[in-house]
């Protein structure tokens, strides 16, 4: 989430924040295609490096046997270790793109979309596209087809990606939003925010609560896209209206490993 702390991010989050493009009619975050090269099979017999603990490496995930397509790097694009780009990625532009809106303390309650795997071994999506949709109406569409975050509003619209962005409104960009704007919290220095809130025990700007509604959004779009259904979520149970959907938000844990509470 260190994007939080990147300051074409925060200027876009706080030119949206501040209705600087009236009523947002559209958000969209974009994460890009996967389309990386799967790795060669494994040899007949062939092993972890000598240097790798592969039983603590599998950690609570199911017991898997060694393959390098599903290892170091690659593992993100098998479900048993990851979600495939779409987890990879909503950490970032899922991330900003909920917090412009002031939705990263929120679940959406409904989500739908579509998506196409990749090839075995790997098992999650090259493509997708799907929407999300909050208790107020606001929908939030998170797909494949580009890199960055989209905004549109009522008076133009913006777009903000790693490096750069461009604003419909000349000017805006570079507009004084005044003394009484709402700004971002934390500086654009990622690493001396955590030691900072270290010290004076203030919430970070990439706190937990937000990385969990962060990554909530990557989850409930593979939970759709893998039913096929479009689901509707109630929060206070923390579950979909859908008993398979719902199995996807947790897992059993291989022994013996566990969670427990503190």
């Known amino acids: 989430m260190w994007q939080r702390s990147t300051g074409n991010f925060r200027r876009a989050v706080e030119i949206i924040r501040n209705g600087e493009l009236g009523k947002i009619l559209r958000v969209e975050a974009g994460t890009t295609t996967n389309n990386h090269k799967v790795p060669d099979a ?83 999506h090259r493509t997708y596209d799907y929407t999300l949709t909050y208790a107020d109406g606001v929908q939030l569409n998170v797909n494949s087809k580009f890199e960055g975050v989209k905004f549109t509003g009522e008076k133009g619209s913006l777009f903000v990606r790693r490096g750069g962005q461009e604003c419909s409104l000349k000017g805006l960009w570079e507009k004084d939003l005044g003394p009484d704007a709402w700004r971002c919290p934390g500086t654009t220095d990622h690493y001396q925010e955590f030691v900072d809130c270290c010290q004076s025990r203030r919430k970070p700007i990439s706190h937990a609560l937000a990385a969990h509604h962060a990554t909530s959004i990557g989850h409930f779009g593979n939970a759709a896209i893998f039913t096929g259904r479009k689901l509707k979520f109630d929060a206070a149970a923390g579950k979909f209206n859908d008993d398979t959907a719902t199995g996807m938000l947790s897992r059993e844990l291989r022994k013996p490993w566990s969670l427990e509470k503190l």
């Not at 991330?95 to 309650?109: L, M, T």
């Open 42 to 124: 494994p040899k007949p017999g062939e092993k972890p490096p000598v240097e790798v603990d592969y039983d603590l490496w599998v950690g609570p995930s199911a017991w898997m046997e060694y393959d390098p397509r599903v290892f170091h790097f690659h593992w993100r694009w098998h479900t048993n270790f990851g979600g495939g780009m779409v987890l990879d990625w909503v950490c970032h532009h899922g991330d900003i793109a909920a917090w412009a809106i002031g939705k990263d303390a929120e679940f959406p309650v409904a989500v739908e979309g579509t998506g196409e795997l990749r090839e075995a071994p790997w098992n999650t």
